[in-house]
């Protein structure tokens, strides 16, 4: 199974998480060093302004596998997210967050489960969530109207930890927000053999979160009813097989 993979591209955007970067990358380096699989770790540093960027330059150089992109200023986390996945080489990709909540030992399962199932996505499900209630409870309630609307299933959208495979993201739109409908946008582009997994989900020990509610909620319903229409009106064209 292992030997079928080329290279697998984590990607990571990061936005003032100075204080994370480190032992992440530490983590990174350990699960993939024991499951065995060639991998590149391409972190994009969404104009960080707190000394991110000078620690991701020492992660580089004591492991070539990080590759580092430092975008001018800060574009948000979809941008960036996308800009990774322009730049990643791998026929695997796995998103992670950079504030350190998303555990990298569920990475070698989230791949395992993609390769086995033949699966296009394999969307992390955060098991015993490590947030405030309230913050849970906000983002039940957007998880259940995003599938409502959009026609989905997907019981945790907002988990950043997923393997798929990279030709599913080469087409899809880039917008603000983007990063919280990937699994729909990525079956609108025709690759819908999604499924789900549970995976550890940590409570943030260093760092500041850039997410509340007040600066997610309403853009988060436009966005919503934005996808919608894009799900029914896009359509990416793509040649008779010749089999």
């Known amino acids: 199974m292992n030997s079928d993979i080329k290279l697998i591209s984590i990607i990571i955007p990061v936005f003032n998480e100075n204080e994370c970067v480190r032992e992440l990358a530490d983590e990174v380096s350990r699960v993939m060093d024991s499951c065995g699989w060639k991998c590149e770790c391409v972190w994009v540093d969404d104009g960080s302004t707190d000394g991110t960027a000078q620690k991701l330059d020492m992660i580089r150089a004591s492991d070539a596998r990080h590759v580092i992109f430092t975008l001018e200023r800060n574009f948000g986390q979809s941008a960036a997210m996308a800009f990774g996945f322009k730049k990643a080489s791998g026929e695997i990709f796995v998103t992670l967050d950079g504030d350190g909540q998303n555990d990298p030992a569920g990475i070698p399962g989230l791949i395992k489960k993609l390769i086995a199932e033949n699966a296009d996505m394999v969307n ?74 549970p995976v550890n989900h940590r409570p943030r020990v260093k760092g500041k979160s850039k997410y509340g509610i007040s600066n997610r909620l309403w853009v988060g319903i436009a966005d919503t009813f934005a996808v919608c229409w894009m799900k029914r009106r896009m359509v990416y064209p793509k040649e008779r097989s010749k089999n």
Do not use: W
């Open 124 to 197: 992390g499900i955060r098991s015993k969530r490590q947030n405030s209630m309230l913050r849970k409870l906000a983002s039940r309630i957007a998880n259940g109207f995003r599938n409502i609307v959009t026609g989905e299933h997907v019981r945790d959208v907002g988990c950043t930890l997923r393997a798929f495979r990279g030709v599913c993201v080469q087409d899809i739109p880039v917008f603000k927000g983007m990063h919280r409908f990937i699994p729909t946008l990525v079956r609108i582009a025709g690759y819908d053999r999604i499924i789900e997994m």
